[in-house]
């Protein structure tokens, strides 16, 4: 019954190296998200992707490139990990661009990143 | 640019009303909603106000201004279990723009 669900929970990894984060909504949605947490628990959106196509990219690194094979997935890939990209990285869905009637995104568990 | 003000922590005791209040500065607008981010969990919706007034949903109640572009959320008969982030948020050109959170903490 999971509605959005994210892969992995915890990633722990070396400065450099290169990882992918997996994101998956059983709700139907048309719109995809992806936010950055950080340790002081700013929440601050990455990306958006309605129907595969990317619709908001917010000042983000080019290391961090998005990818939607369909409209139920979205996954993250970082390349070259740095120290600054330890945070938890939640995914998020809505049925469109602007939201549900109430404007509700649903939010997956988050993945915790972190970089050594 | 946009930037939304709310208190950084709140402390309260079980069976306490308490309000968190949140400004907001933007540049387009399209309501306030509110999010709950227990520790470790996900943010989990709350409320959405896209006019002026009230909208109460069971114990939390959320109300909005936009002529002064302030809202606040209202938590009644507090319960241990609210002990949790409250983030206000606001709509903006099909994205979300979180406040920086209040940390608010429910003793017995």
């Known amino acids: 019954d999971t509605a959005v669900s994210q892969t992995p929970k915890y990633l722990v990894t070396q400065m450099g190296n290169d990882k992918s984060i997996k994101c998956e909504q059983n709700l139907g949605h048309d719109t995809m998200y992806w936010y950055k947490q950080d340790s002081k628990k700013f929440l601050k959106i990455m990306f958006s992707?309605?129907?595969?196509?990317?619709?908001i990219n917010e000042t983000v690194p080019n290391r961090f490139s998005p990818k939607s094979p369909d409209k139920a997935h979205l996954n993250l890939h970082i390349n070259s990990l740095e120290l600054g990209d330890s945070a938890v990285y939640f995914c998020?869905?809505?049925?469109?661009?602007?939201?549900?009637?109430?404007?509700?995104?649903?939010f997956g568990p988050g993945t915790r990143l972190t970089v050594l | 640019g946009q930037s939304l003000e709310q208190p950084s922590e709140v402390t309260a005791v079980e069976g306490a009303i308490v309000q968190i209040n949140c400004t907001y500065q933007t540049s387009g607008f399209y309501g306030l909603s509110w999010y709950q981010q227990h520790d470790g969990g996900a943010p989990t919706f709350l409320s959405y106000?896209?006019?002026?007034g009230l909208e109460e949903t069971g114990r939390f109640s959320s109300f909005l201004s936009r002529s002064d572009s302030y809202g606040y959320l209202l938590l009644q008969e507090l319960q241990m279990k609210d002990s949790a982030s409250y983030f206000c948020a606001v709509s903006q050109g099909g994205k979300l723009i979180f406040g920086q959170g209040t940390e608010l903490s429910v003793k017995p």
């Open positions: 106000n896209a006019l002026d």
């Open positions: 992707y309605n129907n595969k196509e990317l619709i």
């Open positions: 998020a869905s809505s049925p469109s661009q602007r939201g549900s009637i109430n404007n509700e995104q649903f």
